[in-house]
């Protein structure tokens, strides 16, 4: 088994930011009827730890999120072993100077009439609590660790993984 270790504060802040900043998650909203999940690009991540996304305007997630602002963040980075769940509550904004400040031109692609696009909102995910794993050593390291384990038998877990209260 690996190491337990729960982080709160400014140590659960910048765990998050390692495993979330510039990365893809399912981001999942709710009704009463069901769960959608779907992959978003996070944005950006404030120093207190809000979670920005870009949306359109008029998108079902917008609309779920204005009914249950709860929402569910789940990244998985497999290449390094690391994973990050966030449960949060989200807000749809158009904030332009937030925009121009999270814009990178690959959003383009979404947004066809750039940063000032009439359709493009954010959303604000400030998170309240989550759960991580992650290796304590390279995934080179951790290959051979579980290689080993498999052929003897003992396990040679070196993740380390713990609650995140922020």
Same mark, same amino acid.
């Given at each position: ?14 765990? #998050? ?11 999942? %909203? !709710? ?13 950006? /991540? ?7 996304? !870009? ?9 779920? /999120? ?7 963040? *789940? ?5 390094? &072993?690391? &994973? ?7 807000? *749809? ?9 999270? $814009?990178?031109? !690959?959003?383009?692609? $979404?947004? %066809? ?5 009439? %359709?493009?909102?954010?959303?604000? *995910? ?5 759960? &991580? ?6 995934? #080179? ?6 290689? #080993? ?5 003992? %396990? ?11």
């Amino acid at each position: 088994m690996g190491d337990i270790q729960h982080l709160k504060g400014p140590d659960a802040l910048d765990k #998050v930011r390692e495993l979330a900043k510039d990365k893809t998650t399912m981001f999942c %909203t !709710f009704t009463d009827e069901e769960m959608t999940t779907r992959p978003m690009h996070t944005q950006g /991540i404030d120093e207190d730890g809000t979670i920005w996304f !870009f949306s359109e305007k008029d998108s079902p997630k917008n609309q779920e /999120i204005e009914s249950n602002p709860y929402v569910h963040l *789940v990244y998985s980075n497999n290449s390094s &072993y690391e &994973y990050l769940d966030i449960e949060g509550n989200a807000t *749809v904004e158009h904030d332009q100077q937030k925009i121009d400040e999270l $814009w990178k031109d !690959f959003a383009k692609a $979404w947004f %066809t009439e750039g940063k000032t696009d009439p %359709t493009l909102t954010l959303i604000r *995910v400030v998170p309240e609590r989550g759960h &991580y794993w992650d290796t304590k050593s390279n995934k #080179v390291v951790s290959l051979m660790k579980i290689a #080993v384990g498999a052929l003897t038998g003992k %396990t040679m877990d070196n993740g380390v993984e713990g609650e995140l209260k922020l």
